[in-house]
């Protein structure tokens, strides 16, 4: 799952449903993470490609998928 858990995963989805609950407006920028959206199925699901220029050698810059998650609607 990428750099969290799936143990994190739970944890970031039951805080982000209390602070819906409370009326706040939430983004969550992450890797395309089928798990994730399945643990979010009412969310708004937005997929791009990203390209990542973390090398020091360009061949090394990928693009990959990612995804942003909203409980609102823009």
């Known amino acids: ?7 994190d995963l739970k944890r970031l989805v039951e805080s982000v449903n209390r602070a819906t609950t409370r009326g706040a407006n ?3 920028s992450y890797f395309e993470c089928p798990t994730l959206i399945s643990m ?3 969310w708004n699901i937005e997929q791009l ?3 990542r ?4 050698k ?4 990928n693009k990959t998928r990612e995804i ?6 823009e």
């Not at 220029?53 to 020091?56: D, Q, R, T, V, Y």
């Not at 360009?58 to 810059?61: F, L, S, V, W």
């Not at 942003?68 to 609607?73: A, D, K, V």
Request: with cysteine.
């Open 1 to 7: 799952l990428n750099s969290f858990k799936s143990t």
């Open 53 to 56: 220029n973390i090398s020091c």
């Open 26 to 28: 939430i983004l969550i």
């Open 40 to 42: 979010l199925p009412n």
């Open 49 to 51: 490609t990203v390209q």
């Open 58 to 61: 360009t061949t090394a810059r």
């Open 68 to 73: 942003f998650l909203s409980n609102y609607i």
